[in-house]
């Protein structure tokens, strides 16, 4: 899977992808967005009038204006500063959540197909089971223990229930690569065996893991929304764009629609960037994937 | 013999995440809240006979709870609602509704992803081909409660546009029309057709994209070759030999989906008002209702079986190899 084209030179694979990446239009196009995304989150508020906590006893329910970009809620909050609040939370969930699933998936996968036995059955059959039983009911059901806590804790279990496809394209993918010769030897060599995983065979297929990991990135962003939607995740006074969908949705189709437009429509474009950007990673670093590594 | 496995292995599974949700309910949800939360509170011995009544004391131990429960499903009784009423009852009542929710989506869902992957892939580079991918990704990236909103929006003004009402957005059916008259069934259809639109066009977004990959992974084939080569016209040797083929993969997937299928319904329903299995589910939690919880742990859980035994019996279908293993 790595250097396959038979280039000599070390980092020309880096500039291949590189080059193979930079080609793709739409996908550069996606990751300058992504960029901007978090730059106007972060950064945006420092230059803006009004805070996400100020209330504006002058406005109340008004449209988008000079004063208030994205309008202002019932209660005269500043509809862009809530919206660039709820976009940092929810960036740095998928963000933080996606790293976390992808090395858990990494981990237990490799684990599975390496030492295969007893250790591969019991992951195989914790992955079917997490499969009927989806990650959104057990983390709504577990919501009671961690309101009032830290969002972390709402981040570590997001990961926890999504790493399973990809662990499973992990544990195949190393029941052939643990058959090669330079795993053979590593092991004669007496590695030992997590570092025989670590550094022997998840490296190969790093170009697998930094997709997933960029999908995964907007997929925790979808299942923040969707479980905060319902106040099973990000709870307030914390705000994320699923809180804000969930304050507002009922506004849309009228003439206050402006308040669920923003943060719905901006959620989707982020949603969108971000998958631009895991499909041209996808083409760029193996452009001969199938079906191999869904999604 | 293999799915006689399959079935076994499957229904091991459900007996485990059933457990583990009524475990895990039990764990996190504070039914004793609900009592002590009235004004006025009533006296503790009164809120502890309460709770042993339903099964839900937090005093008694967990196991004996569990027994409890366990012997309750055993004889057919999935216990008492937070209410005290029979949580069967109540159950058999949201089935019904959510069930036709999960099949229309998920089977016309499914239907019309593959059939529209595969001819993508058939057309691979065409417009339809650039049209559907297009289509199917800005789907996928769009959450499932923004795209009810979207569609319920757009029924309306479907509505406005067309100058009388044809679509409904909110709950499942007008009050007062009886059942199985002509006018009963239009007035159902009309509020089933834009919930069950946001199933099936997530569906056909999921489908299709996977439907696609494996169908090019199998056209570029010999066998598909072959097949031409003995005289097969083309649409013979793409829908008997190929589109066979690279349905298999599906199967995996059709299980999977299942689950998120009735993840989406949840959102389904609390947009457009339906009083369903996702609906039951989000009130359970919020008024701690344990043995709720665990019934729609259970009902999830049977759904995927029944779910995954059905893509096993399909893959042993197209797949010969399954068979003789």
Known sequence: ?295 | MFLLRRLVYLVLLVVLATSLTYVLAALALNPRSNFEGRNPAPPPAVVDALLDDLNLNNKTPMLKRFGHWTEGLIHGSLGKTIDGGSVNDEMGRRMGVSLRLLLIGSILGSLAGVAAGAYSAVKQYGFSDHLMTFVSFVILSIPTVVLSVFIAIGGTSVNDLLGRRIVYNTGEYTPGLSNWTEAGITDRLEHLILPSLVLILQGFAFYSRYQRNSMLDVLGSDFVRTAQAKGLRRPQALIKHALRTALIPMGTFFAYEFALIFIGSIFVEKIFTWHGMGEWFIQSIQRNDVNATAAIGMFVAVLVLIAGFLSDLVTAMLDPRVRRS
């Not at chain 1, 193979?20 to 239009?25: E, G, N, Q, V």
Request: glycine residues 8%.
């Open chain 1, 1 to 295: 899977m790595t250097a396959a084209t038979g280039i000599s030179k070390s980092d020309s694979r880096g500039r291949l992808v590189l080059r193979r990446f930079l080609r793709r239009r739409l996908a550069l196009f996606g990751l300058l967005m992504v960029v901007l995304f978090f730059g106007f989150a972060y950064l945006g508020p420092d230059f803006y009038k009004w805070n996400y906590n100020q209330l504006d006893p002058a406005a109340f329910l008004e449209p988008p204006s000079a004063s208030h970009w994205f309008g202002t809620t019932q209660n005269g909050f500043d509809m862009f500063a809530q919206t660039m609040r709820g976009m940092q939370k929810s960036l740095i969930i998928g963000l933080v959540g996606a790293l976390l699933s992808t090395a858990i998936a990494a981990l237990a996968g490799a684990a599975a197909g390496y030492f295969s036995g007893w250790t591969d059955r019991g992951i195989i059959a914790l992955i079917d089971l997490l499969l009927v039983l989806p990650g959104f009911l057990i983390i709504a059901i577990l919501s009671p223990l961690f309101q009032r806590r830290t969002w972390l804790i709402f981040v570590v279990l997001l990961a926890a229930f999504q790493w399973m496809i990809t662990a499973r394209v992990v544990r195949s993918m190393t029941l052939s690569l643990k058959e090669r010769e330079f795993i053979h030897a590593a092991r004669f060599a007496g590695v030992s065996n997590w570092k025989i995983i670590l550094r022997h065979l998840l490296p190969n297929m790093s170009s697998f893991l930094v997709i997933d990991a960029t999908i995964n990135v907007s997929s925790l962003i979808l299942a923040e929304v969707g479980l905060s939607f319902f106040g099973f995740g990000v709870q307030p006074p914390d705000i994320s764009l699923g809180t804000l969908i969930n304050d507002h949705w009922q506004a849309a189709g009228t003439q206050d629609g402006y308040q669920f437009y923003f943060p719905a429509i901006l959620l989707v474009a982020l949603v969108l960037c971000v998958n631009l950007v895991g499909d041209g990673l996808r083409d760029a670093l193996d452009p001969n994937a199938g079906m191999g590594a869904p999604r």
